[in-house]
């Protein structure tokens, strides 16, 4: 079932426990993007205000005890759009959100697999669809599937990545 606009939106909220992203991509070209990423590349930051409301989803979820998180896989130099995304995470990491890196530059890939996905509650799948330029082309709920191996893709993310602050304070040293 493809999932779009407020259809996607409303499902996103139907999460009872926890909510985790794998992102695998080094730039993403979400066209609700467009000018902040722009005032971005002009500025080299962003104007985040306190009342987005990406940040209170964030608030709102930890608030009824729901966990979200995500693990971005990268490797180096990063990439404009991974700069901007950088800055943006400090704010989301600072809400609540659990933000994680993985490096990959010095590393090989531990077996995760280069497809985006939502995963909510351990049970519900939705995978990311790109086309090469990080266009998005849309988000599939998978049915009918085993969530096993996304349980594991999750578990070795989590273990192999570090926390994004942390990452983040390093890079500046």
């Known amino acids: 079932m493809r999932l779009a606009g407020e259809g996607w939106e409303a499902f996103f909220q139907t999460f009872e426990r926890e909510a985790f992203r794998l992102e695998t991509l080094p730039v993403y070209r979400v066209e609700g993007e467009r000018e902040e990423f722009e005032a971005f590349l002009a500025t080299g930051r962003q104007d985040v205000p306190a009342d987005d409301s990406w940040l209170e989803d964030i608030r709102h979820y930890r608030a009824t005890d729901r966990w979200i998180g995500r693990v971005h896989v990268i ?3 990063l990439t ?3 700069r ?3 800055d943006f995470y400090q704010h989301s990491a600072r809400a609540g959100e659990e933000v994680r890196i993985l490096d990959l530059t010095e590393q ?7 497809q985006d996905f939502w995963m909510f509650d351990e049970s519900k799948i939705v995978r990311m669809d790109y086309a090469e330029d990080g266009t998005q082309l849309g988000r599939e709920l998978l049915e009918d599937i085993d969530p096993a191996p996304y349980v594991e893709w999750k578990r070795i993310a989590l273990e192999r990545s ?5 990452y983040y304070a390093r890079m500046h040293e």
């Open 108 to 114: 090989p890939n531990p077996g995760l697999p280069v």
């Open 75 to 77: 490797t180096r130099p």
């Open 162 to 166: 570090e926390p994004f602050l942390e």
């Open 84 to 86: 901007f995304e950088f």
């Open 80 to 82: 404009d759009y991974l």
